[in-house]
């Protein structure tokens, strides 16, 4: 095992070891007050919002420099260790964090009713399919088999600002 092997390693056991505190430390939250579960949801969901995000923003521009790099350099497979720690140790659980503690508001909070929420709710589902499309991304970086080139990275780059921009809109506003 190199060495990049084995930091990559101990990187994704200390995402998972906090990944498994923080559901822990909810689980006890919810123990201890149920009733004052939905303000520390509300917190934990936007905090997840926020590394999901940056993740999301972060990601197609990793893909944008990457398709610069010759293929087999030691520039690519930099690259290729930063997406797949980027995708597994924050995209993702901070994707699923999202999910589960906004299900939890839309519906302790809301009934899951309100147009607004119906299209944000919409909105993020179109936000998980570019996170998908990314998944794959990184899946085909891996293996030297991106086609796409810089400029559609760029273009894909800013699909995630839009969607964000609209779902904050429509829950600051509810505008119907």
């Known amino acids: 095992m190199s060495d990049g ?3 990559g390693a101990v990187a994704m056991r200390r995402a998972a070891v906090a990944i498994g505190i923080f559901a822990l430390a909810t689980a006890f939250l919810f123990w201890l007050d149920p009733a004052g579960l939905y303000l520390w949801a509300k917190a934990i969901h936007v905090i997840a919002v926020i590394a999901w995000m940056a993740g999301m923003l972060y990601l197609p521009r990793l893909f944008v ?10 520039q690519s497979e930099t ?5 797949r720690r980027l995708l597994r140790a924050i995209v993702n659980p901070a994707m699923i964090f999202t999910w589960v503690f906004g299900l ?8 899951f009713w309100g147009g607004w929420l119906h299209a944000k709710i919409l909105l993020v589902v179109l936000l998980s399919a570019v996170h998908g499309y990314l998944a794959g991304a990184v899946r085909r970086f891996a293996e ?5 080139p810089a400029r559609h990275w760029r273009m894909v780059n800013e699909v ?3 969607l964000m921009i609209a779902i904050v809109i429509l829950v ?4 119907f």
């Open 104 to 111: 939890y508001l839309a519906w302790k909070g809301f009934g």
């Open 172 to 175: 600051i506003v509810k505008p």
């Open 65 to 74: 420099y990457h398709c610069d790099s010759e293929l087999g350099s030691a």
């Open 5 to 7: 092997q084995s930091s």
């Open 144 to 148: 030297d088999r991106n086609e796409k």
């Open 160 to 162: 995630p600002t839009i």
């Open 79 to 83: 690259f290729k260790v930063m997406e």
